[in-house]
């Protein structure tokens, strides 16, 4: 779980360093180049975060095939090239000039949304203990806010206004924290009245409580 998750930090990295040297490049043409090479990142990095998801729930070979799609899309992309480049208030942005690509790429995104949250939920619905149940909350709730909510929400703001502020990388970072807190999150015994539970086979006295730390 934790090689995935690495790697979607990774992504995110590579894909908001991408982002910026395409926003600030001196020419564009140098623009665009960082465009076609970084956009790959981005249709990466999304895989991994589902298969993170998947490796919570069962980890598995198959989740790899997670990764299929955004190959295919970032192949596409430095194939096709298929973004037209112009200036804008915060550098230069960029449209998609093939509407097929951009329904791809829009279908794509959609299904890794639907995905996570369905495994999430799953992971709530099923979990064997209060803790893991707390973590997989928190982490659903990271993910719903900054990547279903937010991110959409600049996205839509962007394609309305081009000189909207290109606020997706500052959001992608915050989600990658977020996330990575739920994930690490560790509890700690505290004696106060509180449900017991059965965590892994062994046992917790009722009057204890978990607490974050």
Same mark, same amino acid.
């Given at each position: ?17 991408? @982002? ?20 790959? !990142?981005?249709?990466?990095?999304? +895989? ?12 598995? $070979? ?7 799609? +955004? ?22 942005? %960029?449209? %998609?000039?093939?509407?097929? !690509? ?27 203990? @209060?803790?893991?149940?707390?973590? %997989? ?8 806010? !900054? ?51 059965? $965590? ?14």
């Amino acid at each position: 779980m934790y090689r995935s998750f690495f790697f979607y930090g990774f992504f995110v990295a590579l894909w908001c360093l991408m @982002a910026f040297f395409h926003r600030n490049a001196p020419t564009m043409e140098l623009s665009k180049e960082f465009l076609d090479f970084g956009a790959t !990142f981005g249709f990466i990095f999304p +895989a991994f975060l589902l298969i993170t998801f998947l490796n919570l729930k069962k980890s598995s $070979k198959f989740n790899s095939f997670a990764l299929v799609p +955004a190959i295919v899309l970032g192949l596409v992309a430095i194939l096709l090239r298929p973004f037209e480049i112009f200036w804008t208030d915060f550098g230069w942005s %960029y449209n %998609y000039t093939n509407s097929y !690509f951009f329904a791809a790429t829009t279908l794509v995104n959609v299904g890794y949304i639907i995905s996570n949250l369905i495994v999430g939920v799953n992971l709530i619905r099923t979990a064997q203990t @209060a803790v893991l149940r707390r973590k %997989y909350n928190l982490l659903l709730l990271s993910y719903v806010l !900054f990547y279903v909510v937010f991110l959409s929400i600049s996205n839509m703001l962007l394609i309305s206004n081009v000189d909207y502020p290109p606020l997706g990388g500052i959001i992608s970072i915050l989600a990658f924290l977020a996330i990575a807190r739920a994930i690490t999150l560790q509890y700690k015994p505290s004696s106060e009245n509180v449900q017991g539970y059965k $965590k892994e086979g062994d046992h917790v006295d009722s009057k204890t409580k978990l607490t974050a730390v």
